[in-house]
């Protein structure tokens, strides 16, 4: 059974960092586009970056410059390092694990950016 769990989310100031991980067992993780997506309340579900087998990336360009995805074959984990933080990045974080029509999901962290 593949299982995603997403671990690092919290209360930060504007400004401030913080370093999600997604955590995957039951499946060879390596072969996985990993992607983070993030729901804000009463908005849809948005793709915030991904990051493909072979280590290529992509971001929302409201994240670009501020967030960075990273993944690590051997821990199974894939990260999204977020910093100088704003208000409207407030929201649920979910990472998704995708294989051609293979698709995973995790239960998702809140990040909430407040002072």
């Known amino acids: 059974q593949v299982q995603l769990v997403e671990s690092g989310g919290g209360l930060v100031q504007p400004g401030g960092s913080l370093r999600l991980s997604c955590t995957t067992s039951?499946?060879?993780?390596?072969?996985?586009?990993m992607k983070w997506y993030r729901q804000a309340p009463g908005k849809q579900r948005e793709l915030v970056a991904a990051i493909t087998s072979g280590g290529s990336t992509v971001y929302a360009d409201s994240v670009k410059g501020r967030f960075t995805i990273s993944r690590d074959n051997a821990k199974n984990t894939v990260y999204l390092q977020m910093n100088s933080l704003k208000p409207e990045d407030t929201a649920v974080y979910y990472c998704?694990?995708?294989?051609?029509?293979?698709?995973?999901w995790g239960q998702g962290t809140q990040v909430t950016v407040s002072s």
């Open positions: 998704k694990a995708t294989y051609g029509t293979n698709y995973y």
């Open positions: 039951g499946t060879i993780f390596s072969i996985y586009t």
